[in-house]
């Protein structure tokens, strides 16, 4: 595989002091990533919507010092030190340092913070991992002024997908492919790329409600939960249909068969689940509130002869997607009928959004 070309050569100009700011997306997975070989290679392709208000703000502030052999960074999120976060951002570097010989070059100040409560359940790595990509993409940019847009994104996606899978999708919008995929011009296990074929008019400015049934810390861990996926006995043919779904997905997104999306999304949701019920150790990931709002989803769409849908993360909260058309009429079901089920009835709107954005 081609990784050179993320290699950094030596820069021509030099910079003391730079600061630079990113907003960087979450993103929800329509067909899922789960399980990985190394270095954080995929089993299987994956795509996802990039959200517009989940995000992450981060401002990296770097200053030129001697060249030592051990990364130096301070972090603070939402204001304050954090040392718990740490080991984390320093695995991450060390992951990267082959590809980014700057870093050692200079003391990084980082300061981050996210739109969407820490403890909302929601994932905050996709988002988190990527601004720090872009935060040095762009001081790489700064070294070496010849870098085009394109493969500033391509390199930040490579990055930030060391530091966590679904983090590769976080840099663009509004549909973005991770995984080499046969049908997929330009797909890569080593980076995200935009969604390449035009999409169908019913899928824009789609909505993504997140309803928090569990905001506590996730009970499995991406890692633990992808490294379930080693011994599975069902794991072969999971990656084979993802495969196969991400086909029937390639088509959907272009014909616009929004009934097939539905049962396309669900159904990938389920799976994830499935495995997670059928791993060694196994797991139950949902709660009974997240049964109560996929039978309250079923329910609606049957009477309304709506095209919503959930999807689900490794966890008990729910996506809701649905067509902007509907925003109205499904905005208020959920107000009415599913944010009961959860915590202190707090959930957050969110849709479809175009991707890292310098500050
Ligand atoms: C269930 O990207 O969090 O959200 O690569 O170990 O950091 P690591 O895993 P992570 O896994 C996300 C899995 C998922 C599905 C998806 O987003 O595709």
Redesign the pocket.
Known sequence: MDTAQFITKSFKDSIEKANFSWQTPS???LV???G?SNP?IPKNA?I?FTLNNCHTITTIKFEKKEKTSSVDFELFFEGKEKEEFKPKIADFFTRIQDYCSYIFEYKMTINSENSFPHSSGI?S??SGLSAIAMCLMSLEHALNPTLTKEFINKKASFLARL?????S?SIEGPLVVWGTHPNIEGSSDLFGIQFPYKVHSVFENYQDAILLVDKGEKQVS??V??NLMHDHPYAENRFQQANENMSKMVEILQNGDIKAFVNLVESEALT?HAMMLTSTPYFVLMKPNTLEIINRIWEYRKEHDSNLCFTL??GANVHVLYPELEKESVNQFIENQLSKYCQKNHYICDSVGYGAAQL
């Not at 530091?163 to 983090?167: L, M």
């Open positions: 993103n929800i997975a899922k990533y789960w990985k954080q994956s996802s994932a790595s996709a530091g966590s899978g679904s983090a999708r991406s890692t939960g992808h994830l993360d490794a």
